[in-house]
């Protein structure tokens, strides 16, 4: 079970430009929320996707989208970068009607110049 | 939505002592209460959880208490480790999960 997997690994992007990150979920896992995490402090809950829908959004700009697909994986997507956009950023799958916790991706770091 | 205030943002204890961080949460459906440890350049990692209609949980020398009514719950960790160093995140849970801002906890040996 090779758990909860995002690419890249790091980025760097120019301010004004657009990026797409990566997710593949937990085998198992129908559920896949994203987070943005600023250096020192905790990950802030962006969206979730669940049934290839967003099911719930944090107080983000519509400039952060997502996707997600039949095989449950899932895409972030940002446009018009900011330099505050420099974040890691953090994929979570669960099994919806799991009552554990969700299981965290690796995380990609994101560097808007 | 769901607020989650989590205290102290840092702690430094000597190996062997007891560490308590303490977090409470606004949403009163919120009805799942997970602790993640995150140690530096890694993903935060599961260590504990509690389910609204459980008090306390433990686990070897790590528990959690919960008092719904008062929305607050809290991690105790006995007899630290170097270790247990990491940031702690507490995350209140209704459909997803809401963030504290996490406690840097330090063991010195």
């Known amino acids: 079970d090779a758990g909860v997997t995002q690419s890249p690994t790091h980025l760097i992007k120019t301010r004004g430009q657009q990026v797409t990150l990566r997710c593949s979920p937990k085998?198992?896992?129908?559920?896949v929320s994203w987070y943005q995490q600023a250096l020192g402090q905790g990950p802030q809950f962006i969206f979730q996707?669940?049934?290839?829908?967003?099911?719930q959004r944090g107080n983000f700009p519509d400039r952060f989208s997502g996707h997600q697909f039949p095989n449950y994986s899932s895409e972030l997507n940002v446009n018009a970068l900011l330099l505050g956009d420099s974040a890691l950023y953090l994929c979570?799958?669960?099994?919806?009607?799991?009552?554990?916790?969700?299981?965290f991706g690796q995380g990609t770091r994101l560097t808007v110049v | 939505g769901e607020n989650v205030e989590q205290h102290p943002s840092t702690l430094s204890v000597q190996e062997g002592d007891s560490a308590v961080i303490k977090c409470t949460y606004s949403d009163s459906a919120s009805n799942y209460f997970p602790w993640y440890k995150q140690e530096l350049g890694k993903r935060p990692q599961l260590i504990i959880d509690?389910?609204?209609?459980?008090g306390e949980k433990k686990d070897q020398r790590i528990a959690v208490t919960l008092n719904k009514t008062a929305k607050h719950f809290s991690l105790h960790i006995t007899e630290t480790q170097p270790e247990d160093s990491a940031v702690y995140f507490c995350?209140?849970?209704?459909?997803?999960?809401?963030f504290g801002a996490g406690t840097r906890l330090t063991v010195k040996p």
């Open positions: 509690i389910r609204s209609n459980v």
């Open positions: 996707y669940y049934e290839e829908e967003e099911r």
């Open positions: 085998s198992g896992h129908d559920t």
């Open positions: 995350a209140a849970t209704n459909n997803d999960m809401r």
């Open positions: 979570a799958s669960r099994y919806r009607v799991s009552p554990r916790g969700a299981f």
